[in-house]
């Protein structure tokens, strides 16, 4: 195990909690994280590393229009790149190295967000403002590291109609157990991606199984945990209809959905030019028979075909409520 150690990240608290953890790792001591993640090292044989890092200018970014919830939605970062290594993920394409980031100073990152609500509360604004955390990272593939959880998760809670998401394939949840909380959190909800058995398998290496991650959502349920389902990407592999109708079927007997936040489905999708990199990293993916360029300038399942699965959603669920992106 490697650690790259910036030298201004070194005497964070979290810093210092990973290097306890990893007593015989290599420590390198860096002066910016860049130059090792920016370095293209791509596809090299390399020994299991992570970079600890301080975020130089923390900062929060405007969702685009209609994704997920709406009302004033943000996305910020305490992490980069992720432990799983899922084949349609924009985030391996993008970054030129693999290692993940520990960005450490989260009293900075937390003052942006306690300074982006006080600014719009100033301003009157009364809904609910929402801060997605996992658009760079799995936050809770990380957590035994990160200890996001246990600092972000309560901070939240400082504030009146806010809301915090974050996703994960991970059924590595100790962590969120280990929070102490005598009442609900209100802010946050844990979000879980969920494929069938037989996509996780040949597309979301790494991740946790279906079962184990069922087996996590009702822990969380059972721990008074908010708890959002996202089916995504929904990927029409061959005979995916009954592949998706016997895995709706299961989740059904498995998981106490009017327990469950909101339920959300959304296709395998990318803009164009993420689109051209992926598909020139990796020429040869199954993925790309998936999708086909639409009007918008976007790349994504066939309209025909993400009807399908509405419809196959909207009959499983007959009474709840399902989020999709209409983009
Ligand atoms: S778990 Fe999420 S962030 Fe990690 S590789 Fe898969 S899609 Fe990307």
């Given at each position: 195990m490697l650690i790259y150690l910036e030298k201004r990240a070194e005497n964070f608290e979290v810093a210092q909690n990973i290097l306890k953890k990893f007593p015989d790792a290599q420590v390198l001591r860096i002066d910016h994280y860049k130059n090792i993640?920016?370095?293209?090292?791509?596809?090299?044989?390399?020994?299991p590393a992570i970079i600890i890092a301080k975020d130089e200018h923390p900062n929060i970014l405007d969702v685009p229009e209609?994704?997920?919830?709406?009302?004033k939605s943000f996305f910020f970062k305490s992490s980069l790149n992720c432990v799983f290594d899922c084949e349609y993920c924009y985030l391996k394409w993008n970054f030129k190295t693999q290692y993940p980031v520990i960005f450490v100073n989260y009293d900075d990152i937390k003052n942006i967000i306690r300074d982006k609500i006080n600014e719009l509360r100033e301003w009157w604004y009364q809904w609910q403002i929402t801060f997605y955390a996992s658009n760079y990272s799995d936050i809770q593939g990380l957590d035994s590291l990160s200890w996001f959880n246990q600092e972000f998760i309560p901070f939240m809670e400082?504030?009146?109609n806010v809301l915090m998401e974050t996703r994960t394939k991970?059924?590595?949840?100790d962590s969120l157990f280990q929070i102490n909380n005598w009442?609900?959190?209100?802010?946050?909800e844990i979000s879980f991606s969920l494929n069938p058995d037989e996509i996780i398998a040949k597309f979301e290496k790494w991740t946790s199984s279906l079962g184990k991650r069922i087996e996590s959502i009702n822990r969380l349920i059972d721990k008074w945990y908010k708890v959002w389902l996202r089916f995504l990407p929904l990927l029409p592999v061959k005979d995916y209809i009954e592949i998706y109708t016997k895995f709706l079927e299961r989740i059904k007997k498995e998981i106490?959905?009017?327990?469950?936040n909101s339920l959300f489905i959304a296709s395998l999708i990318y803009n164009q030019w993420d689109f051209k990199t992926m598909q020139k990293k990796n020429?040869?993916?199954?993925?790309?028979?998936f999708v086909t360029l639409h009007d918008n300038w976007l790349v994504k399942l066939p309209d025909d075909i993400f009807e399908s699965f509405v419809s196959l959603f909207k009959t499983a669920f007959p009474n709840t409520k399902i989020y999709f992106d209409f983009i």
């Open positions: 993640f920016d370095k293209r090292i791509e596809n090299q044989k390399l020994i209609n994704y997920w919830y709406p009302w400082e504030f009146d991970s059924a590595n949840i009442v609900p959190f209100k802010n946050t106490l959905i009017e327990k469950i020429p040869d993916s199954e993925l790309w028979n």
